[in-house]
């Protein structure tokens, strides 16, 4: 999920995941092959492309290959889909980068949000402008601080990104997230960045630590209603990305 997060650093800093990210989305077969061939085939591309892909409660720790130089090789994720449809609601990944001792976030969420009014994730970030919109939904890019990784860790269970959607009413819509195993997950995943990661240049541009704000943009047309109740799942092993 991290596709794009090289524009918070210098030319090169998070291609490794991007480039590896936007692997993962093959052009659509002619025919679409049996459940157990689309698990397998997954699991196959799985394991060709990160050296580390394992489940922590609901979330997926996973690093590129140890072939690829990145000053943040590794990431934890996790997909929220609607239950009924199997389709992407939100999708919630941190990577982090070892040589700035700081955290790469990236939060998708679909299209049809009111870009004015930002993102909210919990009590630990507000008011958060989007980076952009794309036709598979809208994107915040950003860099956070050890704060916000405590404050989700100190959550409990469970916590909420709340988005609002478009239009004049403009109703709060949250969109569940689970915490469950999200600090063994982040240990887990520093660790691997630690002794995976190649440092940023000293000479490197500060990076930013919040997005454009995206006021006034107009919206795409919205993707699977997000004020449908969607349906927490533990994150696949191999998840398909964009």
């Known amino acids: 999920m991290l596709r794009k997060l090289q524009t918070l650093a210098i030319a090169g800093s998070f291609v490794a995941l991007s480039s590896v990210a936007s692997a993962q989305a093959p052009a659509a077969p002619a025919a679409a092959p049996a459940p ?3 698990a397998a085939a997954a699991q196959q591309a799985a394991a060709q492309q990160f050296s580390i892909n394992q489940s922590v409660g609901d979330w997926v720790v996973r690093c590129v290959q140890t072939t690829i130089k990145s000053p943040a090789p590794c990431e934890v994720m996790q997909t929220t889909v609607n239950k009924d449809t199997k ?5 919630f990944s941190i990577a982090y980068v070892p040589s700035r001792d700081g955290y790469a976030m990236q939060v998708v969420v679909p299209t049809g949000v009111a870009l004015s009014k930002g993102l909210q994730l919990g009590t630990a970030l507000n008011g958060v402008k989007f980076n952009r919109c794309e036709r598979d939904g809208c994107y915040v890019e950003m860099l956070i601080d050890t704060n916000a990784i405590n404050a989700l860790s100190a ?7 709340k988005v609002s959607s478009y239009g004049p009413e403009g109703k709060e819509i949250p969109l569940p997230v689970s915490l469950t195993g999200f600090p063994e ?3 887990r995943m520093k660790g691997l960045a630690k002794d995976r990661a ?5 000479n490197a541009p500060a990076l930013p630590t919040a997005p454009a704000p995206a006021v006034g943009a107009a919206p795409l047309p919205a993707s699977p209603p997000i004020a449908a109740a969607p349906a927490r799942s533990a994150p696949a092993p191999a998840p ?3």
């Open 185 to 187: 997950a982040m240990d």
């Open 155 to 161: 959550a409990g269970k469970s916590t909420t990104i």
């Open 198 to 202: 190649v440092a940023l240049p000293a």
């Open 240 to 242: 398909a990305r964009r």
């Open 36 to 38: 157990d061939a689309a």
């Open 87 to 91: 389709q992407r609601i939100s999708s």
